[in-house]
């Protein structure tokens, strides 16, 4: 059974880092396209960056230069590091994955999220 | 970038009433690259159709969606009281790869 479970998540000032961790159980990490979405508070999904099973790492406009996400495969395990945060991150960060196949369209196994606050 | 914009904001229905939801994108997409999400409150998302109308695994056949081009639709026939709900296209772009969310529809219990 494919499950994804998030951790990391909590109270950081602006300016601060975080790492999120997504351990994944049921199938490898590295032989499928990985993701994070992010919702902040009653607001709708949005997507943060992505991993493909080769390696290549895209991120959002928003989030470029600030977040990197990776992954252990030793561990079985999604990362996401986040450093100088700003208030308009904060959020529910869930992690994704999408099926193997040729193209990296849709994420069909979520997370229930871990969540992020940025505030003084 | 691809704009998606969903239509209506809420929609008030009562069990057994059949919805339709819409996306329109801002440019023309591939139909293997739309798909439907639901949100139950305090839910992670699940995943409901994936290049535009095929089911994902385990969704029921009360379910569909169909489109092509810029307009594509999310069709609920007979209403039961678990997919009231908030429902998300989502499509892919590449080059280079991105992936954009629309602002979701509500469907309400009327």
């Known amino acids: 059974e494919v499950q994804l479970v998030e951790s990391g998540g909590g109270l950081v000032q602006p300016g601060g880092s975080l790492r999120l961790a997504c351990v994944a159980s049921g199938f490898t990490v590295s032989s499928n396209y990985m993701t994070w979405v992010r919702q902040a508070p009653g607001k709708g999904l949005e997507w943060v960056s992505v991993i493909y099973a080769g390696g290549s790492a895209f991120y959002a406009d928003s989030v470029k230069g600030r977040f990197t996400i990776s992954r252990d495969r030793s561990k079985n395990t999604l990362y996401l590091q986040m450093n100088n945060l700003r208030p308009e991150d904060t959020a529910l960060y869930y992690c994704a994955r999408g099926p193997r196949g040729p193209t990296p369209v849709f994420f069909d196994y979520w997370g229930q999220g871990t969540l992020v606050t940025v505030s003084s | 970038e691809v704009v998606l914009t969903q239509s209506p904001g809420t929609l008030s229905l009562s069990p057994g009433e059949r919805a339709t939801l819409f996306c329109r994108a801002s440019?023309?997409?591939?139909?293997?690259?739309l798909a439907w999400y639901q949100q139950k409150h305090g839910q992670a998302p699940r995943l409901l159709i994936y290049g535009a109308s095929s089911r994902a695994t385990g969704i029921p056949d009360r379910f569909s969606g169909s489109g092509s081009g810029t307009d594509f639709t999310l069709t609920i026939t007979r209403l039961e009281p678990e997919d009231f709900a908030v429902y998300y296209c989502?499509?892919?772009?590449?080059?280079?790869?991105?992936?954009?969310f629309g602002q979701g529809t509500k469907l309400d219990i009327k």
């Open positions: 440019q023309s997409l591939s139909s293997s690259s």
């Open positions: 989502q499509q892919y772009g590449s080059s280079p790869p991105r992936y954009t």
